[in-house]
């Protein structure tokens, strides 16, 4: 079946570091790929996403590319800031195979030190 | 639009009593789905509903959960008896389910639940 996997968290970085977010996908068809923010006390928002292979998704300064060939979507910043401070969630999405549903990962919780 | 509204925000109940959690999808979104966050087992899908019909209740813990869709603007999740192992974050989500933006979910702000 679909699985979404993402690197255990939680990730501890210096205000204007570069960040990665590792992610990588199980899936019998062509789904589509998500990364969700999760802010203290607030619900889950879309950040950016992917819908075919070699898509950049694009937002805030983040970016993902949809590699096929690695099954990876991972998620990059080149200089962070203390309010990117929050949980993040590699998403995947198939609704060509007939899923009306999201895969979610675990979550990775960014800390940004100023 | 006013995105994903749920009531109540934070809710504070005592072992036992019943417990009704709302939520109102974005108009024009044919999905609703019912998710419980917790430190322990994470985001968890509990149920989801196309067009007012439930699809998968298969992540509804056990017989004291229910929900309902009476209508496309109305949804509620009830919890009766409530349980302290019942306490965590609850969100309800929507989604389009049509063309390019098929599966992208829209997130509700959260009811925070407590059982004492």
């Known amino acids: 079946g679909n699985s979404v996997t993402q690197m255990e968290g939680p990730v501890t970085l210096s205000e204007e570091a570069f960040l990665t977010i590792n992610c990588t996908y199980t899936?019998?068809?062509?789904?589509?790929l998500f990364w969700y923010v999760q802010y203290p006390g607030e619900g889950l928002q879309l950040l950016l996403k992917?819908?075919?292979?070699?898509d950049k998704g694009s937002n805030k300064g983040f970016e993902a590319t949809y590699r096929k060939e690695t099954t990876s979507f991972h998620l990059e910043k080149g200089s962070v800031q203390v309010s990117d401070s929050a949980v993040y969630f590699c998403a995947l999405g198939d609704r060509r195979s007939g899923d009306d549903k999201i895969i979610f990962g675990k979550g990775t919780r960014l800390h940004i030190l100023p | 639009d006013a995105g994903v509204i749920q009531s109540p925000r934070h809710e504070v109940t005592e072992m036992g009593q019943e417990v009704t959690l709302r939520c109102k999808p974005i108009?024009?979104?044919?999905?609703l789905f019912w998710y419980r966050q917790t430190m322990m087992r994470g985001l968890e899908l509990l149920i989801y509903?196309?067009?007012?019909?439930?699809?998968?209740d298969s992540g509804m813990p056990e017989d004291r959960f229910s929900a309902k869709m009476p209508n496309a603007s109305f949804s509620t999740l009830k919890i009766q008896p409530s349980e302290p192992r019942d306490s965590a974050v609850y969100f309800c989500?929507?989604?389009?389910?049509?063309?390019?933006?098929?599966?992208?979910?829209?997130f509700g702000p959260g009811t925070r639940l407590t059982v004492l």
């Open positions: 989500a929507s989604s389009l389910g049509r063309g390019d933006n098929y599966n992208e979910q829209f």
């Open positions: 899936a019998t068809g062509y789904p589509s």
């Open positions: 509903f196309n067009n007012n019909v439930p699809i998968d």
């Open positions: 992917a819908t075919k292979a070699d």
């Open positions: 108009s024009g979104h044919d999905y």
